[in-house]
């Protein structure tokens, strides 16, 4: 019973190449984020999704373009990848409530680009 | 950006040491977070914080946030190899919409 999953696990691509993220939760959580995790493991949000409603975007390529088709699935595509775009990316999951939220996270995605 | 600070970076123990970890930051938050990341896997809620001052205890490990709610602290006893990991504390912005900062990290090595 996966809480949040990702697909794939490892991503290893070329420059120039545009590749795909999956992420799911069963949770039943209404909100959804993309993490980037850089080399020195700083964990740094990059989209966030309520309810298939994006409310966070942070300072990110447009090369970067999630898409959240429901609540339970939030997709990650990047155009025209490049060096720097190397990192683990996760998602994550949590319900979007009135004082904090408790994030739950996927296994992540390990990109490498040639 | 409102920028958590974590120290040490690096923690290298023996079983049984007690250590302890510090984020930091010029901000409030409304709430803190500490997380624990095993390699090849996602950060693993541990506790969250909400009031200043509050303590909440995990079994060996002691969470306290701070009275102005910009720092918190970790505290392990007796550590043993299964707290191997990356710890990160992560700030819930106030008055933001389901936005954490996570901290720098410290990388934590318990062992035998």
């Known amino acids: 019973d996966t809480a949040v999953s990702q697909t794939p696990k490892y991503l290893v691509t070329q420059m120039g190449n545009d590749k795909s993220i999956k992420c799911e939760q069963n949770l039943g959580h209404d909100t959804m984020y993309w993490y980037k995790q850089d080399s020195k493991k700083f964990l740094k949000i990059m989209f966030s999704y309520n309810n298939k409603e994006l409310i966070i975007n942070e300072t990110v390529p447009n090369r970067f373009s999630p898409k959240s088709p429901d609540k339970a699935h939030l997709n990650l595509h990047i155009n025209s990848l490049e060096l720097g775009d190397s990192a683990v990316y996760f998602c994550?999951?949590?319900?979007?409530?009135?004082?904090?939220?408790?994030?739950?996270f996927g296994p992540g995605t390990r990109l490498t680009v040639l | 950006t409102q920028l958590l600070e974590q120290s040490p970076q690096f923690l290298s123990i023996q079983e049984g040491e007690n250590l302890t970890v510090y984020c930091n930051s010029s901000?409030?938050?409304?709430?803190l977070q500490w997380y624990r990341q095993e390699p090849g896997e996602g950060p693993v809620l541990l506790v969250t914080?909400?009031?200043?001052?509050e303590v909440k205890k995990l079994k060996r490990l002691t969470f306290q946030f701070g009275d102005a709610r910009k720092d918190s602290s970790l505290h392990i006893t007796a550590a043993q190899p299964g707290d191997t990991g990356l710890y990160l504390c992560a700030g819930d912005e106030t008055g933001t919409a389901s936005k954490l900062t996570f901290g720098t990290g410290t990388r934590l090595q318990v062992t035998l």
């Open positions: 914080v909400v009031t200043g001052g």
């Open positions: 994550a999951s949590s319900h979007r409530g009135p004082r904090y939220n408790e994030q739950f």
């Open positions: 901000s409030v938050f409304s709430s």
